[in-house]
């Protein structure tokens, strides 16, 4: 927070600085004789620990009190990592477009397995993601073990998913009726959607992307699960969900119906 008293017109600059180097500065303009301003700086954490900063206002013309200029502030740096991994039954074009998204941000931390064989403890992650699951019980073995241990889950079903099992999961949504035959779903928002704003920009991305493939049959949600996409089959919107998201007793999880994303 910048406050300047009878220095209307002039022009001051707020900066932060950190070790002796400036990180970021504002360029504030005075308006009024008694002016309050406020300003964010967002900076990159290059050391952990604690780390003190400088903020300071340059001198306005003719300012009779210059020791309210300069304040130094105190934070603490934690190294503190999201933990994600990625479960797939195979590799998938579609795994790999998920690596190279999460492994862009620098506050993720990724585990990839293909195979569920030497299986991973859900605990040790703060999301996991599984890509085809379950084709086999010992899949959905695992499936479980991650819901039972209240890990979130993201699943993304595919053509090699063993629908009758992913059915027994109790992820918020099922299947039934499915005689292995697939559908081409192009997505549709849901308007009604309000877990949290996608925007504008990503709206229209999702509406006008290509479509996934999804398995054929008819879709059931529980009251506990909310669509953020229908699928589109043709010209024919349904209220089949595409990418839905359920809260079951404070238990989150997620289920994209079908493969292609990358």
């Known amino acids: 927070v910048v406050k ?6 002039q022009n001051v600059e707020l900066s932060i600085w950190h070790k002796g180097v400036k990180l970021d500065k504002k360029a504030i303009s005075i308006q009024g004789n008694r002016f309050t301003a ?11 620990g604690n780390q003190s900063y400088t903020v300071q206002v340059s001198y306005a013309k003719d300012e009779l009190n210059k020791s309210n200029n300069a304040k130094l502030v105190y934070t603490d740096v934690l190294d503190v990592k999201q933990k994600i991994l990625i479960a797939a039954h195979a590799p998938h074009p579609d795994v790999a477009v998920l690596k190279k998204a999460i492994l862009s941000n620098d506050q993720y931390e990724l585990d990839v397995q293909i195979g569920i064989y030497d299986i991973k403890k859900p605990t040790d992650y703060d999301l996991v993601i599984t890509h085809q699951l379950p084709v086999n019980s010992y899949e959905l073995n ?3 073990n991650v819901k039972e241990n209240k890990t979130p889950l993201f699943a993304i079903i595919g053509t090699q998913t063993n629908v009758n099992l ?17 559908n081409q ?14 925007g504008s920009d990503i709206t229209d991305f ?4 290509p479509p996934l493939t999804t398995p054929f049959g ?5 009251a506990s699960t909310t669509s953020l ?21 404070g238990y989150r999880s997620g289920v994209c119906s079908g493969e292609g994303i990358w």
Do not use: C
């Open 4 to 9: 300047a008293s009878k220095a209307n017109g």
């Open 38 to 48: 406020e300003h964010t700086f967002l900076l990159k954490a290059t050391e952990k």
């Open 142 to 144: 695992f499936l479980q």
């Open 166 to 182: 992913f059915n027994k999961t109790g992820l918020g949504m099922e299947i039934g009726g499915n005689r292995a035959n697939f």
């Open 185 to 198: 779903g192009l997505a549709a928002v849901n308007s009604s959607f309000s877990l949290f704003d996608p």
């Open 206 to 209: 999702i509406n006008n992307a």
């Open 218 to 222: 008819e879709y059931a949600v529980s």
């Open 229 to 249: 996409m229908f699928q589109k089959i043709g010209s024919v919107q349904t209220k089949m969900p595409l990418w839905s998201f359920s809260n079951q007793n």
